[in-house]
């Protein structure tokens, strides 16, 4: 198992260095030029390509020697999201559903923790097939996994309590296809599977608060923000990692 993502301590990391343009903000005037300069350029990150060549990398791996691949943005980013979900009383029972699952070990967690209704979608062949062998492993049957682009939503997903995305935002949102409309596709496939008064917990490092509350302004409203590791760099702080729930209005 490998962590991924940006901490305090890894700011180096495939994540920080790829993924998360907006790694080393600090303050919010540096945040605003960069946002209302032009958004992110498109990355390979964005695309289908690289997700289905690196799940399929891990789904070998998983084969050889077991391992389950990358934990994006750490495992203290899976806890954060179930501690709040036991704050909140959210009941075992809700549908929760994982977009852009990838290696499905959120779900794993989840129902690990009791969650019973779980759903994981992603749009890389080879990241459903790692989940599923995953979840297999860890007789995990009930949890179910579909191979779904999340922005060519399908009615067939359903209606559901708690939505939780981590990282897959950030990847959409570097994608050469989407690059134009790719947030509004995001947010009305968003408004499509969330049922009013549910959850959408979101873990970016690419967006600010600011602006993800820009982002997610109709239909939803900001309920939490929840603490991530801050870093000092030349006399500044700043928080790399952006966590927020929503709530569908
Ligand atoms: C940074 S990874 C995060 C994976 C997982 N959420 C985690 O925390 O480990 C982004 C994931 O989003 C998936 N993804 C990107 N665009 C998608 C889309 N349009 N529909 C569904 N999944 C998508 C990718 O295949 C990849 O698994």
Redesign the pocket.
């Known amino acids: 198992m490998h962590i991924?993502g940006v901490s305090s301590d890894s700011m180096d990391s495939k994540?920080s260095s790829q993924?998360c343009h907006h790694a080393a903000r600090c303050d919010e005037k540096e945040k605003e030029d960069e946002y209302l300069g032009e958004d992110f350029l498109p990355s390979k990150?964005?695309t289908?390509e690289y997700?289905?060549d690196?799940?399929q990398r891990e789904l070998q791996a998983f084969e050889d020697i077991g391992d389950v691949g990358?934990?994006?943005?750490g495992e203290e980013?899976m806890g954060r999201v179930v501690r709040w979900l036991d704050k909140m009383k959210i009941p075992r029972n809700a549908a929760i559903l994982?977009?852009?699952?990838?290696?499905g070990?959120?779900l794993v967690e989840l129902a690990k923790h009791g969650f019973t209704n779980l759903t994981g979608?992603?749009?890389?062949t080879s990241?459903v097939k790692l989940s599923h062998n995953i979840l297999e492993k860890e007789g995990l049957s009930n949890v179910k996994v579909k191979e779904?682009?999340?922005?060519?939503f399908s009615e067939e997903l359903g209606s559901f309590d708690v939505s939780i995305?981590?990282?897959?935002f950030?990847?959409?949102t570097l994608?050469v296809d989407?690059k134009d409309d790719g947030k509004e596709r995001y947010v009305k496939a968003l408004l499509g599977v969330l049922r009013m008064g549910g959850f959408f917990v979101i873990?970016s490092c690419n967006w600010t608060k600011e602006q993800l509350l820009d982002i997610f302004s109709n239909g939803f409203k900001f309920l939490h923000e929840l603490p991530t590791p801050g870093f000092q760099f030349g006399g500044r702080t700043g928080n790399s990692v952006t966590v927020l729930v929503l709530e569908r209005i």
């Open positions: 991924s994540f993924t990150l964005g289908k997700w289905d690196a799940y990358e934990i994006w943005f980013s994982d977009i852009g699952t990838g290696n070990v959120f979608i992603d749009y890389s990241a779904i682009d999340f922005l060519s995305d981590k990282g897959t950030d990847a959409i994608s989407a873990t």
